[in-house]
Nanobody, 115 residues
C-alpha cells in the first residue's frame, strides 16, 4: 500500500495551490487522512485532518485559508491552499491511518511561496 502525492510547486504570496494524495493497495475510505507540513530543520506539524466520512479539522494557523476534502471513490484526498504566506514554504506530507493503526505517509511535495 502507498500514498502518492502531487501538486506542490511555486506560488506567489496570496496565491492558491492544490495538493492531491492518492492511495493504492488500501481501503482508502476506511482511513483518516491528515496533512502535515515540515519546514527546514523543523518537526513535522499537523495542518488538517479529514475523517473517513469527510469531516475536516484544521490547525489555527491554516483555518480559513486551507480546505481539505476527499473523494473515496477515487481513493483521493485534497488539500487546497489559499492566501498562502511565505511561511507556507514547506514540504507537505499526507498521512493515512485506520482504526487498526495501519498508517502510511506520502512522499512529500515541496511548496515554495515566492514573488
Amino acid at each position: 500500500a502507498q500514498l502518492v502525492e502531487s501538486g506542490g510547486g511555486l506560488v506567489q504570496p496570496g496565491g492558491s495551490l492544490r495538493h492531491s494524495c492518492v492511495g493504492s493497495g488500501l481501503v482508502f475510505g476506511s482511513y483518516v487522512v491528515s496533512w502535515h507540513r515540515q519546514g527546514p530543520g523543523q518537526d513535522r506539524e499537523l495542518d488538517a485532518t479529514i475523517s473517513s466520512g469527510g469531516d475536516p479539522t484544521y490547525a489555527d494557523s491554516v483555518k480559513g485559508r486551507f480546505t481539505v476534502s476527499r473523494v473515496n471513490a477515487k481513493n483521493t484526498a485534497y488539500l487546497e491552499m489559499s492566501s498562502v504566506e511565505p511561511n507556507d514554504t514547506v514540504v507537505y506530507y499526507c498521512h493515512a491511518r485506520d482504526w487498526l493503526n495501519n498508517n502510511y505517509w506520502g512522499q512529500g511535495t515541496q511548496v515554495t511561496v515566492t514573488s
